[in-house]
């Protein structure tokens, strides 16, 4: 019972051959930093609508598209953000073994134009693995905005490798990127890369190692790098070594000699494996802090002032929760009083087409129960689902990934770090909670960018205590029903966002309440910390968000969702229309469950409503209204105030909508979701425990306001 490599991302691309379509095909690997437009450099490059972002790790697997250049196809990879190539993390670990293991033709390394120091250190550490390497300096537009000014020139002789500018979201500027690679590829090319010189204890032990390394066949390895790792003694490392390289090869009498003489060295200096890597580290950081002083010249001293004044508001303790409430309702206001009418018009085409589709089946001579089950079974529970979830998606998605692109996210994550910490968790699922907003389904995908495998799995199993958009209609719907009102106006729309964000934010703090409860029970052990960037704030591309939002997410879990919702149409179908002494199974299970349901303060219907609905939270109030209604198809609500009247006479109360509001908010993940975690886990228990967590929660929150409002009601 655990993760998989595959929802990790560890170790995937170290074992991934580059698929090369041509034999003369070029792989080129694509590192670098998070947040320095990498993948936006690959997008531009291959034409593939490859997600990016402000977060860090936004690639956790492998992707790859082709690049034409001078009639020469390109195979570019694009590797994970990392800072490092050490192997702290997942990331890193990926990249390294890619880089090592992999062989790829050249590698391309890019950089942020505005703090190009601390992107050298990727840089230096390429370096040392392979002399084939273009440094692509990026966001060149944005240092010219900040009075940054980059000697490229001196750059290219301070590295000794090909230096080239470029800003990567103009249409066009990476191009001549492409045109540096075969320069690096050519087996004439006269390369010298940039040498990082280490203490001379060190250097002394790396002399004698180097040159039995050299004797050796290290299959492409640098023999320098190589000689570090060994000193380094990096299990992990090692490991991958031995699979790379045999197992007997750090069994070779030459340098088994090698290797002592270079640890007595080391000893001799009282340099330990620990503070070696200190001393790597340093170096690499002195090395590149001399470069970057050398070809850098900043005449905006102060240009980043206004962003720290920002900043500084945003992140503060007493400031930075309200904005984030205050950003939650704005955008939730947004998406419910946008999606209406998007929503009656995509339900009246839809619906519209449901009569067609009759009318053919009907003069084509299909029996009365085939175009029953197939149009008001499959066709309308679909139908019903793409009207209801795909505008509030098309609106939440695009605000969701504005925030993300003008860098709020990363805000968000910081302010909610020391909260998760506390609960034992990991500062990174604030962005997978955001996600959740949109879909549970996305949010548990994008647990992937959390490194610990314990972080991961408590961020997968409370993802599903924030409510989707699948939800919200009922939340919606009950919210102005019973407590807002069903008289039209602004005002109305504005006090049910506010509600809405009361529930969501009961929804969070549940998660945060389970979230400490597993940490101190199944999923026990220490936080980890993790290096959480605050980009620049950034003008966005609202033409690439719109693209990115509508296409990666929106009809990608709308996808899953009919996929899923239309077998449950044929289901639903069945129980309205299969009778057993006059009566339907859906009314025969609803009375079974309705002595349970009670305690909890729902009816049968409602909680039958809520099963029936596993496939899409979407169908629960027209399964809720075609029981009441006692039809055998799926009910679209006329009005509010009709829907109220029926609910009442219903013998529902103001407690009975908290109650199923509660419910809605905890239970059981929809069909999506729990394929979702049964693929990003691989084990059926984890799955299991996702599903029966929030609807234990549920129940005993629901019991608890039912009997309460006995007592005060």
């Not at 990331?91 to 950089?111: K, T």
């Not at 199944?522 to 939002?549: D, I, N």
Request: charged fraction near 15%; aromatic fraction near 6%; glycine fraction near 8%.
């Amino acid at each position: 019972m655990g993760l998989t490599h595959r929802s990790t991302g560890s170790r995937t691309l170290g074992r991934h051959a580059p698929r090369r379509t041509d034999p003369g095909q070029k792989v080129i690997a694509l590192a670098g930093n998070p947040n320095v437009g990498k993948s936006t450099v690959f997008n531009a490059l291959t034409g593939m609508n490859q997600h990016t972002g402000n977060w860090p790790g936004k690639t956790v697997t492998s992707a790859e598209g082709v690049c034409s250049c001078g009639g020469r196809q390109y195979r570019l990879v694009d590797l994970p953000g990392t800072y490092s190539l050490m192997a702290h993390s997942a990331e890193e670990e990926v990249a390294r073994n890619f880089l090592c293991f992999s062989a790829p033709d050249a590698v391309c390394v890019v950089c942020d134009a505005t703090c190009l120091e601390r992107n050298l250190n990727l840089v230096l550490q390429t370096l040392e693995i392979t002399p084939r390497t273009v440094v692509c300096v990026n966001l060149m537009d944005e240092a010219r905005r900040l009075h940054i000014r980059i000697d490229l020139a001196a750059l290219q002789r301070q590295l000794g490798v090909p230096v080239a500018g470029c800003s990567a979201r103009r249409k066009g500027s990476a191009a001549k990127i492409a045109a540096l690679w075969e320069q690096v590829m050519e087996p004439e090319a006269a390369l010298t890369p940039a040498v990082v010189r280490y203490p001379d204890a060190v250097e002394a032990a790396l002399r004698p190692l180097c040159a039995a390394l050299r004797r050796l066949d290290c299959r492409g390895l640098s023999p320098r790098w190589l000689a570090l790792r060994l000193l380094e003694q990096d299990g992990s490392l090692l490991e991958e070594l031995d699979r790379y390289l045999g197992a007997g090869f750090r069994r070779d009498a030459g340098l088994f000699l090698a290797m002592q003489q270079a640890e007595k060295t080391l000893a001799e200096a009282a340099i330990s494996p620990e503070t070696l890597k200190d001393l790597i580290v340093t170096a690499l950081m002195q090395t590149a802090e001399a470069i970057a002083a050398a070809v850098v010249t900043n005449e905006g001293k102060h240009y980043s002032a206004a962003d720290r004044r920002l900043d500084r508001i945003l992140t503060s303790r007493r400031t930075g929760y309200p904005i984030m409430l205050a950003l939650l309702a704005f955008i939730f206001w947004l998406t419910l009083s946008g999606a209406n009418l998007p929503s009656q018009l995509l339900a009246d085409g839809l619906f519209g087409l449901q009569d067609r589709l009759s009318t053919l089946l009907l003069h084509a001579g299909a029996p009365l129960w085939l175009h029953d089950a197939l149009v008001l079974g499959i066709y309308r529970v679909a139908a019903w689902v793409v009207s209801v979830m795909l505008p509030p998606m098309a609106i939440f998605f695009p605000l969701f990934t504005l925030l993300e692109d003008i860098g709020y996210l990363p805000r968000v994550a910081y302010n909610l770090d020391k909260p998760l910490k506390r609960c034992g968790a990991c500062g990174k699922q604030a962005l997978t909670i955001c996600m959740g907003f949109g879909c549970n389904a996305a949010g548990v995908v994008g647990c992937r960018i959390i490194d610990s495998p314990r972080e991961r799995l408590l961020a997968i199993l409370t993802n599903n205590f924030v409510p989707c958009n699948g939800r919200f209609p009922t939340l919606v719907n009950l919210i102005l029903i019973f407590f807002v009102g069903t008289a039209g106006g602004a005002g109305r729309s504005v006090l049910s966002a506010l509600m809405l964000t009361g529930i969501i934010l009961l929804g969070i703090l549940a998660t945060f309440g389970v979230t400490k409860l597993l940490s101190r029970t199944l999923l026990r052990g220490v936080p980890s910390s993790f290096t959480l960037e605050l980009p620049p704030f950034r003008r966005p591309q609202v033409g690439q968000v719109l693209l990115r939002s509508v296409f990666d997410r929106t009809l990608f879990v709308l996808g899953r969702a009919v996929t899923a919702a239309a077998p449950a149409g044929l289901l639903l179908w069945l129980m309205a229309n299969l009778t057993v002494d006059g009566c339907s199974l859906l009314s025969l299970c609803a009375a079974f469950l309705d002595p349970f349901a009670r305690l909890m303060g729902l009816d049968g219907v409602i909680l039958i409503a809520f099963i029936l609905g596993l496939p899409a939270n979407e169908i629960v109030i027209p399964i809720i209204l075609m029981a009441y209604l006692s039809q055998g198809t799926l009910q679209d609500p006329t009005s509010l105030a009709a829907m109220r009247e029926l609910f009442l006479a219903n013998g529902w109360t103001p407690v009975t909508a908290l109650c199923t509001m509660l419910f809605s908010l905890m239970h059981w993940p929809c069909a999506t979701t729990l394929i979702t975690i049964k693929k990003e886990t691989g084990s059926r228990k984890w799955t299991a425990l996702a599903a029966v967590l929030p609807t234990l929660c549920g129940m005993a929150a629901c019991m608890l306001v039912n009997a309460v409002g006995r007592l005060f009601l």
